[in-house]
């Protein structure tokens, strides 16, 4: 399928799809759930993390609150959780997908704008911005706190994108590129123009489409190409 979309905005995720994640979130989230009294390897464990699982994507305080009922036992393990996730980004387990920065760099350099989202905190997406050294690679980058509080799946971060940039007039000129499919039902919830799914990350084609994803790319590094055929 060739877009006729003429795209000014993109929206990308990070852990998945522009950041390689390499399971950093799963032991992040066994610290988080130890927090909790959770043992590793315990059914409830193996329960928790298949959600987790099957929410990637989503604000991660948001999957404590449901996983673990209450308000206080949701910030305890979500301060738990961004500590370890912290402290793994720290010790250099975290690097850029293969070409997605210059991906980025080409989008930017064509005259679109590139905002980065994430379901992180900001002082998590913080220490991958500084770990990578992309503080000045896009001129904003957006947290479900920076959006009023609700990340994906809800269009939040993606219209928040599209009214603080000013970069394009109508939603559909707006592409949304995620590795799950909470960030392909943000797109389509947001109205952009193009939704695509990367298989670098959480999921896969079945998951991308069943949520209305317009494309499913092998990866970020393709998009450039995509979006060529778009202005």
């Known amino acids: 399928m060739t877009p006729s979309t003429d795209i000014r905005l993109v929206v ?3 852990a998945g799809t522009t950041v390689g994640d390499d399971g950093l979130v799963e032991r992040a989230f066994a610290a988080a759930a130890g927090e909790l009294g959770v043992e590793t390897g315990s059914p409830e464990h193996t329960e928790h993390l298949a959600y987790v699982r099957a929410t990637m994507g989503e604000s991660k305080i948001s999957v404590f609150r449901h996983l673990f009922g209450t308000e206080e036992k949701a910030r305890r393990a979500n301060a738990a959780f961004e500590k370890a996730y912290g402290e793994l980004v720290d010790g250099g387990l975290i690097a850029p997908v293969p070409g ?6 080409e989008l930017a350099g064509s005259g679109r704008t590139v905002v980065l989202t ?6 998590t997406q913080d220490a991958i911005l500084d770990a990578l050294g992309w503080r000045d690679l896009v001129p904003l980058t957006l947290c479900p706190a920076d959006a009023g509080g609700r990340g994906r799946p809800y269009p939040d971060m993606v219209l928040a994108a599209f009214v603080r940039t000013r970069a394009a007039d109508d939603v559909r000129q707006v592409a949304v590129v995620g590795d ?6 943000s797109g389509v919830r947001a109205g952009a123009g193009l939704v695509a799914g990367v298989r670098t990350g959480a999921h896969g084609d079945a998951e991308f489409h069943a949520a209305g994803a317009t494309h499913v790319l092998d990866s970020v590094a393709g998009l ?8």
């Open 118 to 123: 994430t379901g992180f905190a900001r002082v």
């Open 180 to 185: 799950t499919s909470y960030d392909v039902l």
């Open 12 to 14: 990308l995720d990070m």
């Open 100 to 105: 997605a920065r210059e991906a980025i760099e």
């Open 224 to 231: 450039p190409a995509l979006l060529s055929g778009a202005r």
